[in-house]
């Protein structure tokens, strides 16, 4: 039997005693204690541990709180509230107020959230271009562009609800259902034109000048290497429905688009009072129209190339190149590039692209060390297009000593797609001028 400790100095008999083992090196300390507890009456593996005064059934221990002194010096709250939500820096429970997206989706990275935003946009626009008139009305994103386009006709005041005179013949028009694309491929707007059969005019009854000068691929590059050189960025700028802002000089009627027939007047014909998609005299009209906006606005004509515009102000200079309805642009000044896109939105319909990327099938990255021109993109549709994407790339174009003469007994091949890679090598020379000899070799036997 063990013996216990007891230290209850009352030494009543409703004392608790409670037997808790313990190690045997404990005791020689409480031998020599000064407890009044003496060798025999403690055991080995054995402590006495503090009398607990035992409770009645009915008393609360909380009762005692009552008891305490008027000042608390534990200086701890009496009454304390805890929130439903701890207040952590990180927890478990979120509320669902705080949560952003839906609740039944679980966590994304942000190249996720990306990809997803944008599969979710394409949802929205067709993929596939309709070959005709009957195949678009079919979809509400083909209908919705062709809307679009009519507003902006109505926006412009570009045409009248006529009846067709005598002695005149309208002319037909159909519309065109084109995809745009960004410098990745991905679909981003549908966009419906009507063209007008411009072959139907007749030289001198339907039009006068058609002449319209074109920037070619060697002044945008002399535009980029004049960038980089005074080390300014060259911004993008796109001019919407930019034929329908050139006016028409001659008497022009055409016919009331098919799918969209007035039907209180089905057989009056549309008065052009400005230009539209193929007309002769379309980029004519829209070039001088655009020209005659600027010369107003300071700007000065280039000798050497008629569709750059510059203007100094002070020490300063702002470039502006065109290229039909692309506008590209770039000044010392970033003020300049400001003051520029406030003038051509007071007179055009304009959207913004930002800094230079994309321009006429050429991939532009600018940097601080200077400018580099691509056509990655490009170069990628023409291996797929003529079935050579799983071709073995040479670091050699061509032999230095070639041998090349045509194969008369050899097996005859296509002419138009033969014709078809070359033009599209001579494109690509835009961005890599070291296989020019080699494109020009082979135009040779083009013939």
Request: net charge negative; hydrophobic share 35%.
């Amino acid at each position: 039997m063990n013996n216990l400790w007891n230290i209850n100095d009352q030494g009543s008999s409703s004392s608790t005693y409670i037997e808790i083992p313990v190690p045997a090196h404990s005791k020689s300390n409480m031998e020599s204690s000064g407890s009044g507890a003496t060798s025999e009456t403690i055991e080995d593996n054995t402590i006495p541990i503090i009398d607990v005064a035992p409770q009645s059934p009915t008393e609360n221990p909380t009762d005692n709180i009552a008891n305490l002194p008027a000042e608390n010096i534990t200086n701890l709250e009496e009454v304390l509230e805890q929130d439903e939500i701890p207040k952590l820096r990180i927890h478990k429970n979120h509320p669902t107020d705080n949560i952003i997206g839906p609740l039944n989706v679980g966590v994304r990275t942000r190249s996720a959230c990306d990809a997803l935003e944008n599969n979710m946009f394409s949802c929205f626009i067709s993929q596939v271009e309709p070959k005709n008139i009957k195949a678009a009305l079919l979809e509400n994103s083909w209908v919705e562009a062709m809307q679009e386009e009519l507003q902006q006709f109505s926006k412009l005041n570009m045409w009248n609800l006529v009846d067709l005179p005598k002695n005149k013949v309208p002319i037909d028009t159909r519309g065109v259902s084109r995809n745009k694309k960004d410098e990745g491929g991905i679909v981003v707007q549908n966009k419906a034109r009507l063209v007008v059969h411009g072959f139907y005019q007749e030289e001198g009854i339907d039009f006068e000048e058609v002449f319209a000068p074109m920037a070619c691929l060697e002044a945008i590059r002399m535009f980029l290497a004049y960038a980089a050189y005074m080390d300014f960025t060259a911004h993008h700028m796109d001019v919407k429905s930019e034929f329908l802002y050139g006016k028409v000089q001659e008497e022009v009627y055409v016919k009331q688009p098919p799918g969209f027939i007035d039907p209180n007047f089905p057989d009056r014909v549309y008065k052009l009072d400005k230009a539209l998609y193929g007309l002769h005299q379309a980029p004519s009209a829209w070039y001088e129209t655009l020209s005659k906006h600027l010369l107003e606005n300071g700007f000065t004509r280039v000798a050497i190339d008629q569709n750059l515009f510059k203007r100094k102000d002070g020490k300063d200079t702002i470039m502006v190149q065109i290229y039909v309805n692309d506008i590209i642009f770039g000044s010392t000044n970033p003020s300049l590039c400001k003051e520029f896109e406030e003038v051509m939105r007071f007179k055009f319909e304009m959207s913004s692209m930002g800094e230079m990327k994309f321009f006429l099938g050429l991939q532009v990255d600018q940097y601080e060390s200077g400018i580099l021109i691509h056509q990655e993109k490009y170069m990628k549709e023409i291996l797929t297009k003529f079935k050579m994407a799983d071709s073995h790339p040479v670091k050699t174009r061509v032999e230095f000593r070639h041998c090349l003469t045509p194969d008369v007994d050899g097996e005859r091949v296509d002419q138009h797609l033969y014709h078809s890679i070359i033009g599209s090598l001579m494109y690509l020379t835009a961005s890599r001028p070291d296989i020019m000899f080699c494109s020009v070799l082979v135009c040779m036997f083009s013939g």
